[in-house]
């Protein structure tokens, strides 16, 4: 965990205000800036020290070689990584000769400020040299969401208390060394000096340098322009060569006095433009950002937030910490997306290089239902990155043996990248998520255009998967055997309850969608007897059900197993992924993330609230939560059924997931969809929302230590905002026509012209609250027992 007292708790910011060398890595991914196509890790300007250098840009990689012990068919044959590239963040200092490094001399002061409104990441520093000469440094970095290729960082030096000479290099820097790689699968495969130069140069007070990869061959280019600001008699010089640039800029300031850079950056990465291209697209994107100046670059990301936060933001009154960190969760959420613009959002967004920079199921599962709702451009852009991918996707299937697309399990270009079938392949059920993606943003959105030119072939495919991976048993019943779920901890199960409700849900999208759009799905070959069989696969679904238990097996025979020794297990031994064999974890009943209880989240409509009760009270015990995809899920179900104090912690587990660093890996970039499960767990938990069939639902009701919950959302070209006490809810249209939502199972009208307020029902107690496997309690947030209010 982070633990140092650093973090301020603010409503509007992240405050750290003093500098710990000790978790430096962990505090580069969450001062991290990006737009979603551009990613900075916020390395100290200087270089050095640093825990992990980042800079990337997005689905630019390498290939390498994915080794096998025993080969098999289907096995991939390379994996992606993501590149750190050229670095442009760094800006040296020298004092009177003296390097500026905040490991010698002496730290006076130090700050780092990520402001969440302005989208800038600020930085104050105090520091007297080794020979007593003291300075002040302010700097600002921005990743402009307005200017998709461009970064530009603020930066001011100035004396304290007696004159100085000064020398500032301001650098772009390619193949920078890394750490040393970790024994943990998490992490990511690190490629030494992976670029190689193709074309630098040097221009007055601007720079360029291109590469290219060795094996994916995919080319690059960073550019990095300047305006130089100061007492008279400044001097600069520019240099070049294969893998550095550099501005050298000389002063004498005085007391009083500031020398003033603005350091513009631009970088490009087309997939198809040749090498004199390339080096000109960042000319001109460099070029771009200099004429709209510090000044229009910072205004226009204030604009953009502006924007976002006024039909995004998450109130919460009785918590400033967890207010801050929800906050931070949505910013993180949106700068991982906002500008991908048909690229993927990975895992870690661009905030770091954990888990290769790959793309997995959680993008649709849990970031893309924010941004549906908050920033749909950004959604809409997510699901058109996999359209594009669904040639690689149907050879994959080809090459299985199935029909239709088979999506795969991390990937960054479209390619399977997972070289662990049984985790990897068998998960089947990134192929739900991704088409129940679309089927939400459409019902979200009612985007015509999405449908024909994306969403439709997407679910037709997905559900030509389904119809040829499953089966009609004797009886009648369509089963998915052999496949793998959520929970990470069992693998090649049959009839997983999650993947066969949300392949239902696929199947009757599909044909549906079918129905509306006949001309265009007869281009895709569909004809009536193919619909037909999706709906009777759909019909007659298997959903497994222990009779004698009362309750949904995960998949079939799973409360059958033999239960984990939780008693015997160590502290030290969570995650049981590094400490125990697969082939255990995968025959006993230990739950890694939500997987039943996922189901009941997103496929509520296929419960009782009597089932969710008994489900939830029996997968309780049994999920430790060694991923941190699982939290926000078990809040979201635990305030349904009626723990709210529970859901609360389970929400703060969410929320706090980076700035306390509780999974122990945020050194390798923050956790992008547990973050947005913050929102989902304020939302959906506390909120109550549901959007089942494309009608939205409320149900909020409020954790003891909240007073108030506010929460906006778009919708169909509208703008609701909701509204909750302890005692009622109150909803209001900020935009768009009249609008019909439910509220504790009433139907409501809500208009422009008047808000309406609606009581809270009361909650009545009927059972006590079910505990977790021992050492595995979320931190407690609420009143004590966390039992129900």
Not at 312 to 335: C, I, K, S
Not at 502 to 523: G, I, K
Not at 540 to 550: F, I, K, T
Not at 563 to 578: G, I
Request: hydrophobic fraction near 40%.
């Amino acid at each position: 965990m982070i633990t140092h007292p650093a973090f301020v708790v603010e409503p509007w910011s992240v405050r750290e205000t003093e500098l710990d060398l000790d978790v430096l890595a962990q505090t580069e991914s969450v001062f991290a800036l990006s737009n979603g196509h551009i990613g900075l890790r916020a390395n100290l300007d200087e270089g050095e020290p640093f825990g992990m250098p980042g800079t990337y840009l997005n689905s630019f990689f390498e290939l390498r070689p994915l080794p096998y012990a025993e080969a098999g068919y289907g096995f991939p044959e390379s994996g992606q990584t993501v590149l750190n590239v050229t670095n442009g963040k760094i800006i040296r200092l020298l004092v009177d000769d003296e390097p500026f490094d905040v490991r010698y001399g002496k730290l006076l002061a130090h700050e780092r400020v990520l402001d969440l409104r302005e989208g800038v990441l600020r930085r104050q520093v105090e520091w007297q040299s080794p020979a007593g000469t003291a300075i002040r440094v302010n700097s600002t970095r921005l990743v402009s969401f307005v200017h998709r290729s461009a970064a530009a960082i603020l930066y001011e030096v100035e004396p304290i208390d007696s004159p100085l000479r000064v020398a500032v290099q301001s650098e772009l820097i390619a193949n920078e060394p890394g750490p040393p790689a970790a024994n943990d699968p998490r992490t990511a495969a690190l490629l030494e000096s992976p670029l190689q130069s193709e074309d630098f140069s040097d221009r007055d007070t601007r720079i360029v340098l291109a590469h290219s990869t060795r094996r994916s061959k995919l080319l690059m280019a960073a550019a990095m322009d300047h305006t130089v600001d100061g007492p008279a008699g400044i001097v600069s010089a520019a240099e070049s060569e294969a893998d550095l640039g550099r501005l050298t800029i000389a002063a004498d300031l005085a007391v009083g006095e500031r020398l003033t850079i603005v350091k513009f950056l631009s970088y490009g990465w087309p997939s198809q433009r040749s090498l004199q291209a390339v080096p000109d697209q960042v000319i001109a994107g460099v070029t771009k950002a200099k004429y709209a100046g510090w000044e229009g670059l910072l205004s226009g990301q204030r604009a953009y937030l502006d924007d976002f936060w006024s039909s995004a933001d998450v109130e919460l009154h009785g918590d400033t910490e967890l207010q801050q960190a929800v906050r931070f969760a949505l910013f993180h959420t949106l700068q991982a997306g906002a500008r991908a613009e048909q690229r993927a959002i990975p895992a870690k967004g661009l905030t770091g290089p954990g888990y290769d920079g790959h793309t997995f199921w959680d993008t649709e599962r849990f970031v893309l239902p924010v941004l549906t709702y908050t920033a749909p451009a950004a959604a809409a852009d997510a699901l058109r990155w996999r359209h594009s991918t669904l040639e690689p996707a149907r050879e994959r299937a080809h090459q299985l043996g199935f029909e239709g697309a088979t999506f795969p399990w991390r990937t960054i270009r479209g390619q399977e990248c997972s070289g662990y079938w049984p985790a990897g392949t068998a998960a089947f059920h990134v192929n739900a998520n991704i088409a129940d993606a679309v089927v939400r943003y459409q019902a979200a959105t009612a985007d015509e255009t999405f449908e024909l030119e994306a969403g439709l072939e997407i679910l037709v495919e997905t559900a030509r998967l389904w119809r040829s991976l499953g089966h009609h048993d004797a009886p009648g019943s369509f089963r998915i055997d052999g496949v793998t779920g959520p929970d990470e901890y069992s693998a090649i199960a049959d009839n997983n309850v999650f993947t066969n409700l949300l392949a239902q849900r696929n199947l009757l999208a599909a044909a549906d969608a079918v129905v509306r759009h006949p001309a265009e799905a007869a281009t895709l070959d569909v004809d009536p007897e193919e619909t037909a069989s999706w709906r009777d696969a759909a019909r007659e679904m298997v959903v497994p059900w222990d009779e004698a238990l009362g309750v949904h097996p995960q998949s079939e025979a799973f409360t059958d197993h033999q239960v984990w020794d939780f008693e015997n297990t160590k502290p030290d031994q969570y995650p049981l992924l590094l400490h125990f064999p697969y082939f255990d974890l995968y025959r006993k009943q230990v739950v890694k993330q939500a997987d039943l209880v996922l189901a009941l989240h997103w496929r509520g409509d296929a419960f009782t609230q009597e089932e969710k009760a008994n489900d939830f009270a029996y997968y309780e015990p049994l999920t430790v939560r060694d991923s941190s995809l699982s939290a926000c899920t078990q809040a979201v179900v635990a305030a349904e059924v009626g723990y709210l104090e529970l859901a609360y912690d389970y929400f703060g587990e969410a929320a706090l997931m980076d700035l306390h660093d509780l999974e122990h890996n945020t050194r390798d970039g923050v956790h992008i969809a547990a973050l947005a499960g913050s929102w989902i767990a304020a939302v959906a938990g506390f909120g109550g929302m549901r959007d089942h069939d494309g009608f939205l639902s409320f149900a909020p009701r409020l954790p003891a230590r909240l007073d108030r919950l506010s929460f906006r959302l778009r919708f169909r070209g509208r703008q609701l905002m909701v509204e909750a006490t302890k005692k009622e809810a109150t909803y209001t249209l900020l935009e768009g026509r009249q609008l019909d939502v439910s509220h504790h199972g009433d139907r409501i009208r809500v208009s422009k012209r008047k808000s309406v307020s609606q009581p809270i029902p009361p909650l009545v107690p009927d059972r006590p609250p079910p505990s977790q496997p021992p050492g595995r309690e979320p931190l407690r947030r609420g009143v004590a027992g966390g039992g129900k209010t």
